[in-house]
T-cell receptor, first 114, second 117 residues
Framework: AQKITQTQPGMFVQEKEAVTLDCTYDTSDPSYGLFWYKQPSSGEMIFLIYQGSYDQQNATEGRYSLNFQKARKSANLVISASQLGDSAMYFCAMSSSNTGKLIFGQGTTLQVKP | EPEVTQTPSHQVTQMGQEVILRCVPISNHLYFYWYRQILGQKVEFLVSFYNNEISEKSEIFDDQFSVERPDGSNFTLKIRSTKLEDSAMYFC???????????????FGPGTRLLVL
């Protein structure tokens, strides 16, 4: 069975500093995708970054990068130069079934302090 | 930039009533999904839909739930007889590929917050 684990219920970071949000996963599928979504207090789900299981390089999207360690089954999100607007819930998710459904972790609440 | 839209944004209903949640996926997308998020909890998969039929459903998606794509643009989730525990945020999502492969990004709508009294 597929599973996503986010062990940090809440994180604090000082504005302009970098922060790493942890995500580990479990799957027996050889091909899968890993995603991070941001959910601000308004409730919408905003796609941030994607990593394919066969991608050789770690994904980057602006201030977001994904630290993909396949052997350890981890896909941590790194946010550089944190901004106040980064305060939100962050979900790690995995897709590997034929239908592409997403399995989500429990989420990590990030608060950026001025 | 194209986006997934959902209506209504909020709905309050009485237990036992039927509700229909509506979604307009991004126009060239072929795969459609419904998820729900009970307050304070993680997002849970309900159902996936492709080629005018359900391709996968979770154990949550029982006989009280149904989905439909009545025309070329709308994608609906119907709950026939709502229960208190159906209170949640319901998200529609869509993705674009002509063939299924793990990893294509799903874009989410803003959600419908359903409250069952």
């Amino acid at each position: 069975a597929q599973k996503i684990t986010q062990t940090q219920p809440g994180m604090f970071v000082q504005e302009k500093e970098a922060v790493t949000l942890d995500c580990t996963y479990d799957t027996s599928d050889p091909s899968y995708g890993l995603f991070w979504y941001k959910q601000p207090s308004s409730g919408e789900m905003i796609f941030l970054i994607y990593q394919g299981s066969y991608d050789q390089q770690n994904a980057t999207e602006g201030r977001y990068s994904l630290n993909f360690q396949k052997a350890r089954k981890s896909a941590n999100l790194v946010i550089s130069a944190s901004q106040l607007g980064d305060s939100a819930m962050y979900f790690c998710a995995m897709s590997s079934s034929n239908t592409g459904k997403l399995i989500f972790g429990q989420g990590t609440t990030l608060q950026v302090k001025p | 930039e194209p986006e997934v839209t959902q209506t209504p944004s909020h709905q309050v209903t009485q237990m036992g009533q039927e509700v229909i949640l509506r979604c307009v996926p991004i126009s060239n997308h072929l795969y459609f999904y419904w998820y729900r998020q009970i307050l304070g909890q993680k997002v849970e998969f309900l159902v996936s839909f492709y080629n005018n039929e359900i391709s996968e459903k979770s154990e949550i998606f029982d006989d009280q739930f149904s989905v439909e794509r009545p025309d070329g643009s709308n994608f609906t989730l119907k709950i026939r007889s709502t229960k208190l525990e159906d209170s949640a945020m319901y998200f529609c999502a869509s993705k674009d590929r002509t063939r299924i492969r793990a990893g294509e990004t799903q874009y989410f709508g803003p959600g419908t917050r359903l409250l069952v009294l």
